[in-house]
């Protein structure tokens, strides 16, 4: 049974986190990978909030690094549920960084993944659907379902390229 449709509002993630020594690599910069855990949560905790379920990973559609984060600043990532398809939902992460010394904060990277609420025996459930009220909120939805479009048909055109070998 799937439960009443749910704004974007009520998925919002906000995470913040300082880049220690032990987060970047040999130049100063955050550590990709780490960058790529934090969104993760982020993600993960969106989807949940707005299915009210345990959620797992289905795939990260994109990831884009537009910054380098150094060591000493501030990352802020903002994650919120784009659109809900049947049990799977996306998220996009919105991640900035921060100098705490100045306050200036620069955009340093956007992420969309894609997340399935499981039921208590672990199988994949519907999820509320979510309704975009500004007008980001409804351009977003919009754009994620032209990503899911680019997505199963390169799909698609992968497993026809297995088949024919």
């Known amino acids: 049974m799937q439960s009443e449709p749910r704004p974007v509002r009520a998925s919002q993630v906000e ?8 987060d970047t690599n040999q130049l100063g910069n955050l550590l ?27 795939s990260v559609d994109g990831m884009s690094f537009l910054s380098a984060v150094k060591l000493g600043q501030v990352v802020t990532l903002k994650a919120s549920v784009n659109r809900v398809f049947r049990t799977s939902m996306e998220v996009g992460v919105h991640v900035e960084m921060e100098n705490p010394r100045t306050g200036t904060r620069v955009h340093a990277n956007t992420a969309y993944l894609t997340f399935v609420g499981l039921s208590d025996e672990g199988t994949p459930v519907p999820a509320p659907q979510v309704i975009p009220e500004s007008n980001d909120e409804i351009r977003r939805f919009a754009a994620a379902e032209l990503r899911r479009a680019a997505r199963l048909e390169s799909r698609k055109r992968i497993e026809e390229l297995e088949r024919s070998r």
């Open 15 to 22: 995470m913040t986190e300082l880049v220690l020594p032990n």
């Open 32 to 58: 990709g990978g780490r960058l790529m855990h934090w969104i993760d949560i982020a993600a993960a905790l969106a989807a949940m909030r707005h299915s009210g379920r345990v959620c797992v990973t289905a």
